[in-house]
């Protein structure tokens, strides 16, 4: 290596180190971080919806032991689960208002069809003794809780991010990188899905 190229080195340090107090000073750091943060909070979102399908075809099959001629009902609930698992969804889904639309949308039409199964298993007092059914009720329960808490956090995460997005000087860095605003849950939406269904059988 020659005495000239010796001599790049301090200049091309002093670059590196302009460089990366520039890009921490105008939030490119903090949108890394915040970016991952609203993908972890959606990650867990997914987690929960997903754990809710799966308790669905165990739901089906108890109630049809004791329901069998519920059939539209129960056919409505498994079509709704396959529609909600259908959609795919990846952190990509989070820049892309569309598919975040549909998404919600199929999660509210399932949450629907459960609440309208719920209103028919209130007729058969011998399914809502049963354990097993009982059981599932509440882990049902449960998992309903715990998407409305991914939710909320989901929403505050991504808060954070859009403000960042929309923020002097941070913008400028945005529109650089194409950081762009992710959507949140809608008011309709939100509505739909955040209405858990009705699973206390105990009364």
């Known amino acids: ?3 000239s190229n010796f001599a790049r080195w301090p200049r091309l340090l002093l670059a590196l ?11 490119y750091n903090k949108f890394q971080s915040t970016d991952e943060a609203s993908k972890a909070a959606w990650a867990e979102v997914v987690n929960q919806y997903q754990r ?3 308790l669905i075809p165990n ?3 108890t109630v049809k032991g004791y329901a069998a001629h ?6 409505a609930v498994t079509k709704a689960r396959s529609a909600a ?3 795919q969804v990846t952190p990509e889904t989070l820049n892309d208002p569309a598919a975040f639309q549909k998404f919600q949308q199929a999660q509210g039409e399932l949450s629907s069809a459960l609440s309208r199964l719920m ?13 097993n059914f009982r059981d ?4 049902l329960e449960g998992t309903e809780n715990r998407i409305t808490v991914a939710r909320q956090r989901y929403i505050a995460s991504v808060q954070d991010y859009n403000v960042l997005v929309r923020s002097f000087p941070n913008n400028l860095t945005a529109m650089v990188f194409g950081y762009k605003v992710k959507p949140v849950f809608t008011v309709e939406n939100e509505k739909a899905i955040s209405t858990a269904p009705e699973v206390n059988f105990g009364k």
């Open 59 to 61: 739901l089906v099959n």
């Open 119 to 131: 209103v028919v298993v209130e007729k058969y007092p011998d399914l809502k003794a049963n354990e």
């Open 70 to 75: 519920e059939e539209g009902t129960l056919v």
């Open 17 to 27: 180190a302009l460089m990366s107090s520039l890009l921490s000073g105008c939030g």
């Open 85 to 87: 698992t259908s959609v």
């Open 52 to 54: 809710r399908a799966d």
């Open 1 to 3: 290596m020659t005495q």
């Open 136 to 139: 599932l009720q509440s882990q």
